[in-house]
């Protein structure tokens, strides 16, 4: 499966974005997704995680409450709902698959990659 992120950009803090991870290649309901995301001179982070159905999600304490996940299986897209940023979010976010019948959490259960896009909160 191959997947292109879109949607980052510049922010206030307090403002909000949405992401979307655009799928190809393979049947999108048989992947749980995931976001995570990489800030500068910091490891990647996990931030959110939903299953294949969509009816599973499951996210990190530092984004809990502020950020949502999202899917649309007819579209073969995934959605990452940024509110009430800070600019401790700013850091390229990363959409990732997985043929996990499950939420899945751990970044070396993902099985494909999108090449990201950068999130830059103001403050």
């Known amino acids: 499966v191959q997947l292109v992120e879109s949607g980052g950009g510049l922010v206030q803090a307090g403002g909000s974005l949405r992401l979307s991870c655009a799928a190809s290649?393979?049947?999108?309901?048989?992947?749980?997704m995931g976001w995570f995301r990489q800030a500068p001179g910091k490891d990647d982070e996990f931030v959110a995680a939903?299953?294949?159905?969509?009816?599973?999600?499951y996210y990190a304490q530092a984004v809990r409450g502020r950020f949502t996940i999202s899917r649309d299986n007819a579209k073969n897209t995934v959605y990452l709902q940024m509110s009430s940023l800070k600019s401790e979010d700013t850091a390229v976010y990363y959409c990732?698959?997985?043929?996990?019948?499950?939420?899945?959490?751990?970044?070396?259960?993902?099985?494909?990659w999108g090449q990201g896009t950068q999130v830059t909160v103001s403050s």
């Open positions: 939903i299953s294949r159905s969509g009816d599973n999600t």
């Open positions: 990732a698959a997985s043929e996990l019948d499950t939420v899945v959490v751990l970044q070396g259960e993902y099985d494909a």
């Open positions: 290649g393979h049947t999108f309901s048989n992947y749980a």
